[in-house]
C-alpha cells in the first residue's frame, strides 16, 4: 500500500523538487558569490559553492557604505508606503463597496485602468512635479507618489465582497459607525488578505528601485536597492563579491521576515480572496 | 452632508491616483506634440510630428512587436507552468506540501534588478553554468543576451523566476479552494485523474486562472523592462525592446521628451483595448464569484 | 482614535486624510537635507555639490579623500560629494532632472561623449569663462598639452575642464599565450587575428573579446586607426562618415573573427570582461581603467600593450573619461567650483586620483615626478601601454544636436547588426550613417 | 429587565429596488410591546419591511414612526433596535461574550453594566458555558442563542428578527419557538418577527400581518387568520396541507362544482342569493371535508376516487379526485381505505368559505357565528 502510494506521488514530487531547485539556484548563486575571495568569483564551473568561504566582501560592503542608516531609510519607506498604502486602499474598498453613490462604477473603472498605466508613462511629469514642491531627496518625495497604486482597492475590495452583509448591517445596528465598522468588523474579518496584501506591498516598497533613483540622489537618503549601485562602475568594474553580499543583505530581511512567517503568508494568501 | 461620506473614504486614494496617475497621463498627452528636452525653457510645438516619426520608424513596431512575443512567453512561463506545479503540490499530502510552498515562493522577495545581475553571470556564454552543462551535453552554447533569438527568452526567464512563485501562490489557493465534493463526486463517476482535471478543476479555477493571465499581460511588459534596462538596453538592435523600454529610451536614454510621450500614447493606446477587455473579464468574473 | 462620540465618528475619514497630508507635508519638511537650496552660502562658506559616478568599487574612497582635503583646505568652500548611479548616462539623467527642477550641482561629471550634448543643452559656465575671471587662470591652463584640453573644447571653446583619461589597451593572457606558443604580444590587428586563431586552435579558448559596452569607443578606436573618420565636420557642419571604405575595413575584421573564424566574442562588457578574467579569452580590447580590477581578480599573468595598428598606420585611440563642467548659476558658486577644479587637477590630487582609480592624469610632468605619480608607474607596468599611447590620443566623437544620443544609438545597432550577423558591416554601417546624417540635420 | 416598548408605523411606504416594488403603500401598525409576526412567501417584502424599521433600508416614499417620532432620518444605530439575522450574523472574530458586548461598548455603556447584563442574558438562554466560544465552535442551536443574546442584551425597545429559526433542525425550532415567546415576556419590548413559516407565525405571533406582493393582505390575530382569511391568498397560504379552493356556481340551493352538484343548506343559500352572481370560489379546509366509505343522504355528499393516500400515523391526508378534474385534499384517521377506492365526502358546511372573482372574502351569515365553536368569532 505505502509503496504504491509513493509511487503514484513521486512524479509530482520530481516536479516539485526540479521546480524548487531551479527556483533557488540564482538565489544560492548570489549568497556564494557574496561568500567567495574575489578572484575565485571568475573561476567558472558548476559547483557554485565557495572552495574558501571568506567575509571580506562582507566587510567591505560595512565599512564602505553606512549599510544600517540605508536599512534604515529602506524600512522606514517600505513601512511609510505600505502602512499608508494600505490605508487609502481599505478606506477606499470600503467605500466602494459598503455605499452606493453615482458615479461609484465610473470612478471604480478609473482606478482599475490606473492599474495598467505603466509607470514609465508617469515617471518623468511626475519627477518635474516633486521637484518643483521641492520634494527631491525627501520621504515625502519618495513615499508619497508610490502610494497612488489602485491594485489594494481592486484586491480588497474582491475580498470585502465575501464577508456577509448582514455582518456589516448587525455592526451598524449595534451602533458602529463607519470607522468602528472598519476597524473592529472589517478588519479582522478580512485579516488572511490585509496581511497578504501588506507583504505584497511591503516587498515590493522594499525592492523599488527606479523611483529613489530619480528622487534621490543624496547618498545619505538612499534605499538599499540604490546602494547595490555604489558598487558596480561599468568603466572601472563591478566588484561582484561585494555587489552579491550587499544584494544578500538587501534580501535578507525580507526573506527571514518571509521564512519565519512563512506558513502564515502562504495561508494569508490562500485565505485571502486575492486570487481575484 | 451624507451623500459625500463614500467621498470622504475614497478620496484620499483617489486623490493620489489622479495627481500621479491621471494627471502625468494628460500632460503625458500635451507633451506628445512637442519638442522638448525637459530641461530648455522653451518647448516647440511640434503637431504630429513625433507620432509621424515613430509610425514610419522601424523601432516602434519592432518594440510592439516584441510586447507581445514577450507576453506569450510569459503567459506559458508565468500561467502555464505555475498552474501545473501548483496543481502538483495538491496532489500531494498536505504536510509534505510546506516545503515546498515556502521554496517556491521564496524567489519573489529578490528585486528584479538583483535576480538580473544574477542572471547575467548565469548567462555568461563561455563560464556561465548554463553553457558549460550545455557544452557537457555536446550541444554549443547559444550567446543568450547577444543572440537576436535567445534574447527575449533569457529576459522572460529572468522575470518568470522573479513572478513563478507569487503566481504559483495565487494559483494554488485557487485551487485549493475547488470544492472536494467535486471532486469526489466525479471519482465515483470513475473519472480518471486527467478527466478530473480537465472537466472539474481547471473549470472551477477559470477564475483564478483570468485574474493571473490578465496580470502577465498587463504587468509583463513592466517587468521585463528592468533586465532589458539592466542587460541589454533593448539589443541587439532592438531584438529585446519592448514598447515600455523604448518610452524609457526616448526620455532618459535620448532626452527627446516629445517622442517619449508619444510613444507613451500609442502604448497606452495598444494597451486601451485590452484594458477595457479585461476590467471587462475582472468586473465579470467577480459576479461570478458573488 | 476611533473611540469618538457616534456624531463624531462620520468625520474621522475625514481628520485621516488631513493627517495623511500632514504626514506628507511634515516629511517633506524634515525630508530635505540642508545643502539643498540654489543659494547654500551660509555663514560666508559656500557649499557646492560635485557630482561623480565613482563607486566603491572604483574611485569613491578616492573622491571622498580628495573632497575631505579640500574642504580641510578650503574653509570657505564646503563640497558635498554625490555619487550618481549608472555611469554618465545616469549622471545625465539626474543632471537633467536637476537642471530642470532649478538645483543642479556646481561642478560635474561629463562623460566625453555626452560632451556636444552637454554643450548644447545644459546651461553652464564654460571653462574658458570661468579660467578669464581668473588672473592666474591662463597659467594654470598653459600646464595642459593641447591635444589634451581639446578633449574638453567643442567647436574651439573650452566648455569643460579635461579631468579623467583612459584609454584602450590590449590586456593578454601571458599563461594561453605561452600555451599557444605565441612567443610575444601582438602589435598590429593581423597579429592580433592570428594570434586569436592559434589560441583556439591551441587552447580551445576564445582568442579575443573587445568591449561593447552601450557606447562606440573601442569601435572608433579601430575604424580611425583604419584612417577612418567617425564624424567629419567641414563648414561647421558635421557629417557621420563611418561608413566610409576604411571604416568598413576595420569592423569586416572583427565580424570576420566573430563570425567567420568563431575567435572573437560577441557578448555584453560585463560577460566579456568575466570570460577574460576567468581565462577563457586570450585577448581582450578595454579600456585602462579596468586595469586594477583585471589584474586583482585574474589568476594568471595578464600583461598590456597599446592598442593594435593597422599595419603601418597611425594608431587613433579615443579618450575616455570625463571632463568637469560647472553648472553653478551664482557667481560665488561658480568661483567655488573653479577652485574646487582647480585643486581637482592639481598635481597631488590627481596623484590620489591616478592611484585611486587608474585614470591618466591630464596634467603635463605628473607622471614621471617622483613627488607623484613615479614610483606608481614603475610599481603598476601595465599603465605603460597607455601612458605610450597619449599622443595618439583623439578626442570621442560625441554626435552635435538635439539628436545626439540617437545617433550613438543608431551606431550601436549598427554594431549589433554586424556582429549578430544579420547584416554585412558595408550594409548597416551604410544605413546607420544615413540615419545619423538624417538626425543631425534635424 | 424593563424596557420601554413603543408602537411602529408604517405609513403609506413604498420601496423601490430600481424597477421592483418591494413595498407599496404599505400601512402597519404594532403596537406597544406586541408581538408582530411578518409572514409572507419569499420575495414579498416582509424582509425589506423589517429592514426599514431597523434603518437598513431608507423608504421611498412614506413614513415610519416609532411612538409619535418620524424615524425615517435616524441611522440605524440610534434607533434603538436589536436584530437577529437569519445566519446570525456573529462577529466570527469575536468570542459570544465580545460579540454580545460589541453594541453596549459602541453605546459606551458601562464595563460593569456590560458584564452583569451579559451575565443576565445569558443565564436566561443557558450561554454561561458558552461565552468564550467564538461562533465557529458553536453549534447551530447555540449559534442562534448567541444571536439571540447579543440582540437582548441591548435591552431595546424594538426587537427584530429575520427568520430566526430557519437555519435550525425541526425539533430545535420547535423548542426555539416557545423559548422565543417567554423570552419576549420577559423582556417585553415590541416584536416584529419575519418568516415564511406559518407555523412559527401561528405560534410566536400575537398578530400575524400577511405579506404578498408588496402588499399587506391581511393583519390579525393566528385564529382569524386561520379561520377568518380576508382573501383567498391568505386562506391557501396558511393551513398545510392549504385550503381546497375549488371555482364553483350556484343557481338557487344548489351548487355546482365541476361535475358535481350539491345541495346548499338553506341559510347559505339564501345569504348567497343577496350576493353578486357570477363565478365565486369555495374554499373548505381538509379537515372540514368528511370521508365516508358511502354515501350519506341525497345531494349531501359526492363520490370521489383515493388518488393518493400519506398516512402521518395520528392522521392522514388522502388526495381525491371527483367528478370533471375536480381534486381534493380530505385530512381524517387512517387506515381502511386503499388506493383506487371509491369514497364519498360530505361537507361540513358551518365551515366553509366563499371568496368572490378576484378572490375577496364574501364573508359569512351571521346567523352561523351565533353557535360558532371555533372561538374565532367576535369582531
Known amino acids: 500500500m505505502k509503496v504504491r502510494r509513493w509511487s503514484k506521488e513521486a512524479p509530482w514530487h520530481i516536479l516539485l523538487i526540479l521546480t524548487a531547485v531551479l527556483s533557488l539556484l540564482p538565489f544560492i548563486w548570489m549568497l556564494a558569490t557574496a561568500f567567495k575571495p574575489e578572484p575565485e568569483i571568475f573561476a567558472g564551473g558548476l559547483n557554485p559553492l565557495p572552495a574558501v568561504p571568506t567575509l571580506a566582501n562582507f566587510r567591505f560592503v560595512m565599512e564602505r557604505v553606512p549599510l544600517f542608516r540605508y536599512f534604515a531609510n529602506t524600512l522606514l519607506a517600505a513601512v511609510l508606503i505600505t502602512g499608508l498604502k494600505m490605508v487609502t486602499s481599505i478606506l477606499a474598498a470600503y467605500g466602494f463597496t459598503r455605499f452606493r453613490f453615482r458615479g461609484r462604477e465610473f470612478i471604480f473603472y478609473l482606478c482599475l485602468v490606473s492599474i495598467f498605466v505603466p509607470v514609465q508613462v508617469t515617471m518623468l511629469p511626475n519627477y518635474l512635479l516633486i521637484s518643483h514642491l521641492g520634494w527631491l531627496n525627501s520621504f515625502a518625495g519618495l513615499v508619497i507618489p508610490q502610494l497612488a497604486d489602485a491594485m489594494g482597492i481592486f484586491l480588497l475590495r474582491q475580498s470585502i465582497r465575501t464577508v456577509p452583509v448582514s455582518l456589516f448591517e448587525a455592526a451598524r445596528i449595534d451602533g458602529a459607525g463607519h470607522l468602528a465598522v472598519l476597524r473592529r468588523v472589517l478588519l479582522p474579518a478580512i485579516k488572511p488578505a490585509v496581511v497578504a496584501l501588506a507583504i505584497l506591498f511591503f516587498i515590493n516598497a522594499w525592492n523599488e528601485y527606479y523611483w529613489p533613483l530619480l528622487v534621490l540622489n543624496d547618498k545619505s537618503m538612499y534605499t538599499l536597492p540604490l546602494a547595490l549601485q555604489m558598487f558596480t562602475n561599468q568603466e572601472g568594474g563591478t566588484a561582484w563579491g561585494v555587489m552579491m553580499a550587499a544584494a544578500s543583505l538587501t534580501a535578507l530581511p525580507p526573506l527571514v521576515v518571509y521564512l519565519l512567517t512563512q506558513r502564515y503568508v502562504v495561508d494569508s494568501f490562500i485565505n485571502s480572496g486575492l486570487k481575484g | ?290 | ?442 | ?379
Open chain 3, 1 to 442: 482614535m476611533f473611540q469618538f462620540k457616534s456624531r463624531v465618528k462620520k468625520k474621522v475619514p475625514v481628520f485621516l486624510s488631513l493627517l495623511l497630508l500632514g504626514a506628507a507635508a511634515v516629511a517633506a519638511g524634515c525630508g530635505g537635507p540642508a545643502t539643498q537650496g540654489a543659494g547654500g552660502g551660509t555663514g560666508g562658506v559656500t557649499t557646492i555639490e560635485y557630482w561623480h559616478v565613482n563607486s566603491e568599487s572604483f574611485g569613491g574612497q578616492a573622491v571622498r579623500d580628495l573632497v575631505n582635503e579640500f574642504n580641510r583646505t578650503h574653509p570657505d568652500v564646503k563640497v558635498v560629494d554625490k555619487f550618481q548611479p549608472n555611469m554618465y548616462l545616469g549622471l545625465m539623467q539626474n543632471l537633467q532632472a536637476a537642471i530642470a527642477g532649478g538645483h543642479p550641482p556646481a561642478v560635474a561629471q561629463i562623460g566625453y561623449n555626452f560632451l556636444e550634448y552637454a554643450t548644447a543643452n545644459l546651461p553652464h559656465q564654460t571653462v574658458d569663462d570661468a579660467a578669464g575671471q581668473d588672473k592666474d587662470g591662463r597659467a594654470f591652463l598653459n600646464d595642459f598639452r593641447s591635444n589634451i584640453l581639446d578633449l574638453g573644447r567643442v567647436n574651439g571653446k573650452l566648455e569643460g575642464m579635461p579631468y579623467s583619461i583612459s584609454d584602450p589597451v590590449l590586456y593578454y593572457n601571458s599563461d594561453l599565450f605561452s600555451r599557444a606558443g605565441i612567443n610575444g604580444p601582438p602589435r598590429t590587428w593581423d597579429e592580433v587575428r592570428r594570434d586569436a586563431r592559434l589560441i583556439k586552435e591551441k587552447t580551445g579558448n576564445y582568442g579575443l573579446y573587445v568591449q561593447e559596452p552601450s557606447d562606440n569607443w573601442a569601435q572608433q578606436a579601430m575604424m580611425e586607426s583604419n584612417g577612418a573618420k567617425v564624424l567629419t565636420k567641414k563648414d561647421g557642419r558635421a557629417t557621420a562618415t563611418f561608413d566610409s571604405a576604411a571604416a568598413v575595413d576595420a569592423y569586416q575584421l572583427m565580424a570576420d573573427m566573430v563570425l567567420k573564424d568563431k575567435t572573437a566574442l560577441h557578448a555584453p562588457w560585463d560577460q566579456g570582461t568575466q570570460a577574460f578574467i576567468s581565462g577563457k579569452v586570450g585577448m581582450t580590447v578595454t579600456t585602462i581603467a579596468k586595469r586594477n580590477y583585471i589584474e586583482s581578480n585574474a589568476k594568471f599573468k595578464v600583461a598590456t600593450v597599446p592598442f593594435p595598428t593597422f599595419g603601418e598606420k597611425p594608431r587613433r585611440v579615443p579618450a575616455g573619461g570625463n571632463a568637469l563642467f560647472i553648472f553653478a548659476r551664482d557667481p560665488q558658486q561658480q568661483k567655488a567650483a573653479w577652485e574646487f577644479i582647480k585643486y581637482l587637477e592639481s598635481p597631488a590630487a590627481l596623484t590620489v586620483w591616478t592611484k585611486g582609480t587608474g585614470y591618466l592624469p591630464p596634467r603635463s610632468g605628473v607622471l614621471d615626478d617622483p613627488k607623484y605619480l613615479k614610483p606608481f608607474m614603475d610599481a603598476n607596468p601595465l599603465m605603460k601601454a597607455a601612458v605610450d599611447e597619449l599622443p595618439d590620443l583623439v578626442p570621442w566623437v560625441s554626435f552635435p544636436g538635439n539628436n545626439g544620443l540617437q545617433c550613438e544609438q543608431a551606431m550601436l545597432d549598427a554594431r549589433d547588426a554586424i556582429l549578430g550577423g544579420r547584416q554585412t558591416p558595408a550594409g548597416a554601417l551604410h544605413a546607420a550613417a544615413e540615419k545619423v546624417n538624417q538626425l543631425i540635420g534635424k
Open chain 4, 1 to 379: 429587565m424593563t424596557v420601554i416598548a413603543e408602537s411602529i408605523q408604517f405609513e403609506a411606504v413604498t420601496k423601490n429596488y430600481g424597477r421592483v416594488t418591494a413595498l407599496r403603500e404599505f400601512n402597519l401598525e404594532v403596537a406597544a410591546g406586541e408581538r408582530m409576526v411578518l409572514l409572507g412567501p419569499s420575495g414579498c417584502g416582509k424582509t425589506t419591511a423589517l429592514r426599514l424599521v431597523a434603518g437598513l433600508e431608507e423608504a421611498g416614499r412614506g413614513k415610519i414612526y416609532f411612538g409619535d417620532r418620524s424615524v425615517n432620518d435616524l441611522p440605524p444605530g440610534e434607533r434603538g433596535v436589536a436584530m437577529v439575522f437569519q445566519n446570525y450574523a456573529l462577529y466570527p472574530h469575536m468570542t459570544v461574550a465580545e460579540n454580545m458586548a460589541f453594541g453596549l461598548k459602541m453605546r459606551r455603556v458601562p464595563p460593569d453594566q456590560i458584564k452583569a447584563r451579559i451575565d443576565r442574558a445569558a443565564s436566561m438562554l443557558g450561554l454561561e458555558e458558552l461565552l468564550l466560544r467564538r461562533p465557529r465552535e458553536l453549534s447551530g442551536g447555540q449559534r442562534q442563542r448567541a444571536a439571540l443574546g447579543r440582540a437582548i442584551v441591548k435591552e431595546a425597545p424594538f426587537f427584530l428578527l429575520d427568520e430566526p429559526l430557519s437555519n435550525l433542525d425541526a425539533q430545535l425550532r420547535a423548542r426555539a419557538r416557545a423559548e422565543l415567546v417567554s423570552l419576549h415576556r420577559q423582556i417585553g419590548s415590541t416584536m416584529l418577527y419575519v418568516t415564511h413559516d406559518q407555523v412559527e407565525a401561528m405560534t410566536v405571533g400575537q398578530r400575524i400581518a400577511v405579506i404578498a406582493g408588496g402588499e399587506l393582505q391581511q393583519v390579525d390575530t393566528p385564529e382569524r387568520i386561520y379561520h377568518r382569511p380576508m382573501n383567498a391568498f391568505v386562506a391557501r397560504f396558511i393551513g398545510n396541507p392549504p385550503m381546497n379552493l375549488m371555482p364553483v356556481k350556484v343557481a338557487g340551493n344548489r351548487l355546482r362544482m365541476g361535475g358535481v352538484s350539491l345541495q346548499l343548506p338553506a341559510v347559505w343559500a339564501a345569504w348567497l342569493a343577496e350576493r353578486p352572481q357570477g363565478e365565486i370560489t369555495l374554499g373548505i379546509r381538509p379537515e372540514d371535508l368528511v370521508l365516508r366509505a358511502e354515501a350519506g343522504p341525497a345531494g349531501c355528499s359526492f363520490p370521489v376516487r383515493l388518488t393518493w393516500q400519506e398516512d402521518l400515523g395520528a392522521e392522514a391526508v388522502f388526495y381525491l379526485q371527483a367528478a370533471g378534474e375536480l381534486e381534493l385534499v380530505v385530512r381524517g384517521r387512517p387506515g381502511g381505505v386503499n388506493t383506487g377506492d371509491t369514497l364519498w365526502v360530505e361537507i361540513n358546511w358551518e365551515r366553509v368559505h366563499f371568496f368572490d372573482g378576484p378572490g375577496r372574502s364574501l364573508g359569512r351569515p351571521q346567523a352561523l357565528d351565533r353557535n360558532d365553536r371555533s372561538g374565532a368569532g367576535g369582531a
Open chain 2, 1 to 290: 452632508m451624507r451623500r459625500f461620506i463614500p467621498l470622504v473614504f475614497i478620496a484620499p486614494a483617489l486623490f493620489l491616483i489622479v495627481l500621479f496617475t491621471f494627471w502625468p497621463v494628460l500632460s503625458t498627452l500635451h507633451l506628445s506634440f512637442l519638442q522638448w528636452n525637459m530641461i530648455s525653457p522653451r518647448a516647440r510645438w511640434e503637431g504630429p510630428g513625433n507620432y509621424l516619426s515613430l509610425l514610419t520608424g522601424r523601432e516602434f513596431w519592432l518594440a510592439g512587436y516584441n510586447t507581445l512575443v514577450y507576453t506569450v512567453i510569459l503567459l506559458v512561463f508565468n500561467l502555464v507552468l505555475p498552474y501545473l506545479v501548483a496543481y502538483a503540490v495538491t496532489r500531494v499530502p498536505p504536510r509534505r506540501q510546506t516545503p515546498y510552498k515556502a521554496l517556491i515562493f521564496a524567489p519573489g522577495v529578490i528585486s528584479l534588478a538583483v535576480a538580473s545581475v544574477i542572471f547575467l553571470w548565469l548567462y555568461n556564454p563561455v563560464l556561465g553554468p548554463v553553457d558549460i552543462l550545455l557544452r557537457h551535453l555536446g550541444l554549443g552554447a547559444p550567446a543568450w543576451l547577444t543572440g537576436y533569438r535567445t534574447v527575449i527568452w533569457a529576459l522572460s526567464l529572468i522575470t518568470t523566476w522573479k513572478l513563478f512563485g507569487y503566481n504559483f501562490i495565487v494559483l494554488l489557493a485557487g485551487l485549493v479552494a475547488v470544492p472536494r465534493e467535486l471532486i469526489q463526486a466525479a471519482q465515483l463517476e470513475g473519472a480518471s485523474g486527467w478527466q478530473i482535471f480537465w472537466h472539474i478543476i481547471r473549470p472551477q479555477t477559470s477564475a483564478t486562472s483570468l485574474y493571473v493571465l490578465v496580470m502577465t499581460v498587463v504587468w509583463g511588459a513592466q517587468y521585463v523592462f528592468v533586465p532589458i534596462q539592466m542587460l541589454t538596453n533593448g539589443g541587439p538592435d532592438y531584438a529585446s525592446t519592448n514598447l515600455v523600454f523604448l518610452i524609457y529610451q526616448y526620455g532618459f536614454g535620448f532626452f527627446q521628451a516629445g517622442k517619449a510621450a508619444a510613444c507613451a500614447v500609442l502604448t497606452l493606446l495598444v494597451f486601451l483595448v485590452l484594458i477595457l477587455l479585461q476590467a471587462r473579464v475582472l468586473e465579470k468574473k467577480v459576479y461570478y464569484e458573488d
